[in-house]
Protein backbone atom coordinates (compact mmCIF):
# COMPACT_ATOMS: atom_id res chain seq x y z
CA UNK A 1 0.00 0.00 0.00
CA UNK A 2 2.88 2.57 0.78
CA UNK A 3 4.45 1.84 -2.80
CA UNK A 4 1.80 3.11 -4.10
CA UNK A 5 1.00 6.46 -2.21
CA UNK A 6 5.28 7.38 -1.92
CA UNK A 7 4.90 6.99 -6.00
CA UNK A 8 1.78 9.36 -6.13
CA UNK A 9 3.51 11.43 -3.04
CA UNK A 10 6.96 11.38 -5.17
CA UNK A 11 5.71 12.34 -8.60
CA UNK A 12 2.44 14.37 -7.96
CA UNK A 13 1.98 15.58 -4.79
CA UNK A 14 5.33 16.70 -3.58
CA UNK A 15 5.72 19.35 -7.03
CA UNK A 16 2.53 20.79 -6.33
CA UNK A 17 3.86 22.36 -3.05
CA UNK A 18 5.71 24.65 -5.37
CA UNK A 19 2.55 25.87 -7.20
CA UNK A 20 0.56 26.41 -3.51
CA UNK A 21 -0.02 30.52 -3.41
CA UNK A 22 2.51 31.58 -0.99
CA UNK A 23 0.23 33.94 0.86
CA UNK A 24 -1.17 30.74 2.34
CA UNK A 25 1.37 28.25 2.50
CA UNK A 26 2.13 27.97 5.45
CA UNK A 27 -1.91 27.30 5.93
CA UNK A 28 -2.17 24.80 3.22
CA UNK A 29 1.31 22.91 4.74
CA UNK A 30 -0.27 22.55 8.13
CA UNK A 31 -3.56 21.30 6.67
CA UNK A 32 -0.98 18.79 4.92
CA UNK A 33 0.60 17.82 7.38
CA UNK A 34 -2.56 17.29 9.71
CA UNK A 35 -4.85 15.05 7.12
CA UNK A 36 -2.22 13.15 5.23
CA UNK A 37 -1.00 11.74 8.77
CA UNK A 38 -4.25 10.09 8.92
CA UNK A 39 -3.44 7.94 5.83
CA UNK A 40 0.27 7.70 6.51
CA UNK A 41 0.82 6.73 10.45
CA UNK A 42 -1.47 4.27 10.45
CA UNK A 43 0.01 2.65 7.22
CA UNK A 44 3.61 3.16 8.17
CA UNK A 45 2.79 2.13 11.74
CA UNK A 46 0.75 -1.18 10.13
CA UNK A 47 3.92 -2.04 8.07
CA UNK A 48 6.46 -1.87 11.18
CA UNK A 49 4.26 -4.03 13.96
CA UNK A 50 4.08 -6.52 11.07
CA UNK A 51 7.38 -6.44 10.20
CA UNK A 52 8.30 -6.73 14.09
CA UNK A 53 5.54 -9.69 14.60
CA UNK A 54 6.84 -11.66 12.31
CA UNK A 55 10.66 -11.36 13.37
CA UNK A 56 9.50 -12.55 16.58
CA UNK A 57 7.03 -15.28 15.63
CA UNK A 58 8.38 -16.45 12.59
CA UNK A 59 10.69 -19.26 12.14
CA UNK A 60 13.30 -19.49 9.48
CA UNK A 61 12.10 -16.53 7.29
CA UNK A 62 13.91 -15.36 3.93
CA UNK A 63 16.90 -13.11 3.65
CA UNK A 64 15.02 -11.37 1.58
CA UNK A 65 12.70 -10.23 5.01
CA UNK A 66 15.73 -9.02 6.48
CA UNK A 67 16.59 -6.92 4.13
CA UNK A 68 12.92 -5.95 3.49
CA UNK A 69 12.84 -4.98 7.45
CA UNK A 70 15.96 -3.20 7.48
CA UNK A 71 14.96 -1.03 4.32
CA UNK A 72 11.74 -0.30 6.54
CA UNK A 73 13.56 0.88 9.31
CA UNK A 74 16.13 3.57 6.92
CA UNK A 75 12.97 4.48 6.22
CA UNK A 76 11.75 5.19 9.42
CA UNK A 77 15.22 7.07 10.08
CA UNK A 78 15.16 9.13 7.41
CA UNK A 79 11.39 10.00 7.59
CA UNK A 80 12.40 11.23 11.69
CA UNK A 81 15.01 12.52 11.03
CA UNK A 82 14.92 14.17 7.76
CA UNK A 83 11.05 15.19 6.77
CA UNK A 84 9.62 15.89 9.48
CA UNK A 85 12.06 18.71 10.16
CA UNK A 86 11.11 19.58 6.45
CA UNK A 87 7.49 19.54 7.11
CA UNK A 88 7.56 21.66 10.46
CA UNK A 89 9.82 24.09 8.71
CA UNK A 90 7.30 24.59 5.56
CA UNK A 91 4.40 24.98 8.36
CA UNK A 92 6.54 28.47 9.31
CA UNK A 93 7.05 29.91 5.63
CA UNK A 94 7.56 28.89 2.11
CA UNK A 95 10.76 27.78 0.82
CA UNK A 96 11.78 26.83 -2.46
CA UNK A 97 14.92 25.26 -1.00
CA UNK A 98 13.13 22.83 1.39
CA UNK A 99 10.53 21.60 -1.05
CA UNK A 100 13.23 20.91 -3.88
CA UNK A 101 15.08 18.87 -0.82
CA UNK A 102 11.80 16.83 0.11
CA UNK A 103 11.77 16.33 -3.37
CA UNK A 104 15.17 15.12 -4.11
CA UNK A 105 15.25 13.01 -0.50
CA UNK A 106 11.75 11.49 -0.89
CA UNK A 107 13.07 9.66 -4.10
CA UNK A 108 15.61 7.20 -1.79
CA UNK A 109 11.96 6.14 0.39
CA UNK A 110 10.24 5.71 -3.00
CA UNK A 111 13.28 3.51 -4.11
CA UNK A 112 13.47 1.78 -0.64
CA UNK A 113 9.98 1.30 -0.49
CA UNK A 114 9.75 -0.42 -4.35
CA UNK A 115 12.37 -2.61 -3.61
CA UNK A 116 10.16 -3.82 -0.25
CA UNK A 117 7.56 -4.60 -2.63
CA UNK A 118 9.78 -6.34 -5.31
CA UNK A 119 11.08 -8.25 -2.03
CA UNK A 120 8.22 -9.00 -0.49
CA UNK A 121 6.55 -10.71 -3.80
Known amino acids: MMVAIIWIVQILHYP ?9 YTEFQQFHMNKISYIIVPLMLGELISGLSILFTVENVQFSFYVSLSLLILIWLITGLFFTKFHSKLTKKFSHNTILRLIRLNWIRTVFWTIRLALLL
Not at 18 to 23: A, G, H, P, R, T
Open 16 to 24: TFLFIDKER
